[in-house]
């Protein structure tokens, strides 16, 4: 079928997803679950179908019943909670995942997912990983896969830190290695510390080693004992006895640090949970209990059966899902408020203090989409696109008003937005600065997926006041022809070398006022400037004619006679914007100064920006339309591209916002600058207006032909 579209190579690779307009024709069903369940021995027994996110009940072979999304069941190869927390993973677990990827595990002692075994591949490589890593991330063999670290490559990363490392053999990441640093200080530490955590001496770091004592004086703390009579490091298991007798394993990090003890005495129990659902008129039917992550078997006052672990009903204080139709903090529901509006949310907004928007400081964002569909039509419903979903954020950044169709969306951003303010952000600061970056990431993925992002305040009611520098009377007489840009203007520029960009640069400043003169006939300039100033360092014949046309008229007699200057400066002389006075219209053209340094554009991009504001009109020419810097982009009133100006991409991207066919346009473009006419974009008319988009400056282009 062809079709083709945007996506992340994570998306693609991870999450197993692929073409989106495909996508609707595999649509999931209630079928499809009965299959799957059916498959593994067990059964979906829901009745309806919403989205692959919403939760199903499922029962496995055994008869346990509980709840999760068709997502999690197809996609991530989960089943039954019960049956995993119940059944301990051993040494043959890992042998039949290796057969199964063709290879096999040479280990003969297994402890536990997290113990290091040695794998063999079908290629006879070997090499150590954790059982966890090849079970549940996927992975396999580091030298097929073309990433395996070897001892050069520990020693250099070493030599980087200014220090050593002794060991003379290179297991894997989490095998601990010698390293010496450049104070003749010696560790113990893994690669992937040093690596991907930047960690490095302890004793420069001014860390101060746990050690056996430290243990024995934290028990006596809490009336304890510790029993173990060896300490390695802060994760090692110690031994450990409360002052009930009670005897357990725990590193000393933990028990120092997290401030956990005995889990005897701190343990719940199935009571625990018994007593919990009678508060609410219910009852735990399981009779064992092993932690508060373990699923349980509960029932509500309605005869509702299903599963779910303590620490969800006791800390997240959730229930029953089919009476309160709720199946975790950020599944959205109806709410209502004392005024009776009527609007989604999820519960975990609620309970970070969220309510009804209509009725809060943040109502100017329904105002503002309520406005902005009067005039566009409604907004996209989905406001959580797959090309905002990260590793950091696997739900997704949200759009306030997304126009996905064109080309743009827009945030409704308040001050917290821009400064930390206590009651927005929770009394952190932190959160403050997460707030940042997710404003930057989003901001900088929608720009990779062609999506233009427009910010607005909403704190702030903004009123159009129709007053300038320049009198509009004025701007009137600055022009001569009717398709000439409006005074003042901002104009890019673009072209390949010969493509006739200077040329028509030439026109708009003589118009056909010098070859009307010779024939005796007032001719006129179709942008009426008071002066020119070329900026550049390399001029074309071309801009010497100008210069002596402009001493022609100003030595002329009347009617031929105009005050004009031209003047030529380098790029190093380019002045402040403030030295110019808005009494004096002036045209500055920038000539190929796309190469030159940051300095320079630094000094060029204030004429694009405030430049109105002095009577200046700037001209920015150049070859390629992506080496423009990009704020000068963002604030030009017209755009003329030529022959060589940019790629297809780039044609698309700007005419997005004209049609809703934007590679049929860019097509019907593209061709038109092969063919050598030019095209002008006018950024001051409305997308509909026939002169939005022309073939030359004076002739209507259509797209949809």
């Known amino acids: 079928?062809?079709?083709?579209?945007?996506?992340?190579?994570?998306?693609?690779?991870?999450?197993?997803?692929?073409?989106?307009?495909?996508?609707?024709?595999?649509?999931?069903?209630?079928?499809?679950?009965?299959?799957?369940?059916?498959?593994?021995?067990?059964?979906?027994?829901?009745?309806?179908?919403?989205?692959?996110?919403?939760?199903?009940?499922?029962?496995?072979?055994?008869?346990?019943?509980?709840?999760?999304?068709?997502?999690?069941?197809?996609?991530?190869?989960?089943?039954?909670?019960?049956?995993?927390?119940?059944?301990?993973?051993t040494l043959e677990d890992a042998k039949q995942i290796a057969i199964s990827r063709g290879g096999e595990c040479l280990s003969e002692n297994f402890d536990n997912s997290k113990s290091i075994l040695l794998w063999h591949c079908?290629?006879?490589?070997?090499?150590?990983?954790?059982?966890?890593?090849?079970?549940?991330?996927?992975?396999?063999?580091?030298?097929?896969?073309?990433?395996?670290?070897?001892?050069?490559?520990?020693?250099?990363?070493?030599?980087?830190?200014?220090?050593?490392?002794?060991?003379?053999?290179?297991?894997?990441?989490?095998?601990?290695?010698?390293?010496?640093?450049?104070?003749g200080h010696e560790w113990s530490a893994k690669l992937h510390g040093i690596k991907n955590l930047n960690t490095w001496c302890p004793k420069c770091a001014g860390n101060k080693r746990l050690t056996l004592e430290e243990a024995n004086q934290i028990a006596s703390i809490k009336?304890?004992?510790?029993?173990?009579?060896?300490?390695?490091?802060?994760?090692q298991n110690l031994l450990w006895q409360c002052s009930i007798g009670h005897k357990w394993l725990a590193s000393l990090e933990r028990v120092k640090n997290k401030n956990?003890?005995?889990?005897?005495?701190?343990?719940?129990?199935?009571?625990?949970?018994?007593?919990?659902?009678?508060?609410?008129?219910?009852?735990?039917?399981s009779s064992n209990y092993v932690n508060n992550k373990t699923p349980l078997q509960w029932k509500c006052e309605n005869g509702?059966?299903?599963?779910?672990?303590?620490?969800?009903?006791?800390?997240?204080?959730?229930?029953?899902?089919?009476?309160?139709?709720?199946?975790?903090?950020?599944?959205?529901?109806?709410?209502?408020?004392?005024?009776?509006?009527?609007?989604?949310?999820?519960?975990?907004?609620?309970?970070?203090?969220?309510?009804?928007?209509?009725?809060?400081?943040?109502?100017?964002?329904?105002?503002?989409?309520?406005?902005?569909?009067?005039?566009?039509?409604?907004?996209?419903k989905n406001r959580k696109p797959d090309f905002l979903k990260t590793l950091e954020h696997p739900r997704g950044l949200e759009l306030d008003i997304p126009y996905y169709h064109y080309g743009f969306a827009i945030e409704v951003?308040?001050?917290?937005?821009?400064?930390?303010?206590?009651?927005?952000?929770?009394?952190?600061?932190?959160?403050?600065?997460?707030?940042?970056?997710?404003?930057?990431?989003?901001?900088?993925?929608?720009?990779?997926?062609?999506?233009?992002?427009?910010?607005?305040?909403?704190?702030?009611?903004?009123?159009?006041?129709?007053?300038?520098?320049?009198?509009?009377?004025?701007?009137?007489?600055?022009?001569?022809?009717?398709?000439?840009p409006d005074w003042p203007f901002r104009l890019l520029v673009c072209g390949g070398s010969h493509s006739g960009?200077?040329?028509?640069?030439?026109?708009?400043?003589?118009?056909?006022?010098?070859?009307?003169?010779?024939?005796?006939?007032k001719g006129e300039r179709y942008i009426k400037n008071d002066n020119l100033i070329l900026v550049g360092k390399h001029t074309e014949p071309k801009w010497q004619i100008v210069q002596t046309s402009f001493q022609i008229f100003a030595n002329s007699q009347k009617p031929y006679r105009e005050d004009v200057t031209f003047k030529r400066i380098t790029p190093d002389r380019i002045p402040d914007i403030t030295k110019f006075s808005p009494g004096q219209s002036t045209v500055v053209v920038f000539e190929d100064l796309c190469a030159e340094s940051k300095k320079?554009?630094?000094?060029?991009?204030?004429?694009?920006?405030?430049?109105?504001?002095?009577?200046?009109?700037?001209?920015?020419?150049?070859?390629k339309y992506q080496a423009v810097p990009k704020i000068i982009r963002e604030n030009l009133s017209h755009l003329v591209m030529f022959r060589g100006s940019g790629s297809r991409e780039d044609i698309c991207r700007i005419v997005r916002q004209y049609t809703d066919d934007p590679k049929k346009a860019s097509k019907i473009i593209d061709k038109h600058l092969r063919d050598r006419d030019f095209v002008v974009f006018d950024f001051t008319k409305a997308t509909d207006d026939p002169l939005a988009i022309r073939l030359g400056w004076d002739t209507s282009l259509k797209l949809d032909e």
């Open 122 to 183: 079908g290629k006879g490589h070997e090499w150590y990983a954790r059982f966890h890593s090849i079970k549940n991330l996927n992975s396999w063999c580091p030298y097929c896969a073309g990433h395996r670290i070897t001892l050069e490559d520990v020693k250099q990363i070493a030599i980087d830190k200014g220090g050593e490392c002794l060991s003379q053999e290179y297991i894997n990441s989490y095998t601990p290695l010698i390293w010496k640093c450049n104070k």
């Open 223 to 235: 009336n304890g004992r510790c029993l173990s009579e060896k300490y390695l490091n802060g994760r």
């Open 501 to 521: 960009k200077t040329n028509m640069v030439v026109n708009l400043m003589l118009g056909n006022k010098l070859q009307r003169m010779f024939n005796g006939k």
């Open 600 to 623: 320079t554009q630094e000094r060029i991009i204030p004429y694009f920006i405030s430049g109105r504001h002095q009577n200046i009109s700037p001209i920015y020419v150049t070859q």
């Open 260 to 285: 956990s003890w005995c889990p005897e005495c701190n343990r719940h129990s199935i009571e625990t949970a018994k007593s919990l659902a009678r508060t609410r008129n219910g009852d735990c039917l």
């Open 1 to 89: 079928m062809e079709h083709k579209w945007f996506a992340r190579l994570a998306n693609i690779k991870r999450k197993n997803s692929w073409c989106p307009q495909c996508a609707p024709n595999c649509h999931q069903s209630i079928e499809e679950a009965k299959r799957i369940a059916h498959d593994r021995n067990g059964d979906c027994l829901s009745k309806k179908y919403i989205n692959n996110n919403s939760p199903l009940l499922w029962r496995c072979a055994i008869g346990h019943e509980w709840y999760s999304p068709f997502a999690s069941i197809k996609n991530s190869g989960t089943w039954c909670p019960h049956c995993q927390f119940n059944r301990r993973l």
């Open 304 to 380: 509702h059966i299903w599963t779910t672990n303590l620490n969800k009903i006791k800390d997240y204080h959730q229930w029953c899902p089919t009476c309160e139709r709720y199946y975790d903090a950020h599944t959205k529901l109806l709410w209502r408020c004392e005024k009776s509006h009527i609007w989604e949310a999820p519960p975990k907004t609620i309970l970070r203090g969220g309510w009804c928007s209509l009725c809060s400081y943040f109502k100017r964002e329904n105002l503002c989409r309520e406005i902005i569909s009067k005039y566009l039509g409604p907004p996209s």
């Open 413 to 484: 951003q308040g001050e917290q937005h821009e400064k930390y303010i206590k009651f927005f952000h929770r009394d952190d600061p932190n959160n403050f600065i997460r707030q940042q970056e997710r404003d930057q990431l989003k901001k900088e993925l929608c720009e990779e997926n062609q999506i233009v992002l427009r910010m607005k305040e909403k704190s702030m009611p903004i009123y159009v006041y129709a007053i300038d520098e320049i009198p509009k009377e004025s701007l009137k007489h600055m022009k001569s022809n009717r398709f000439a």
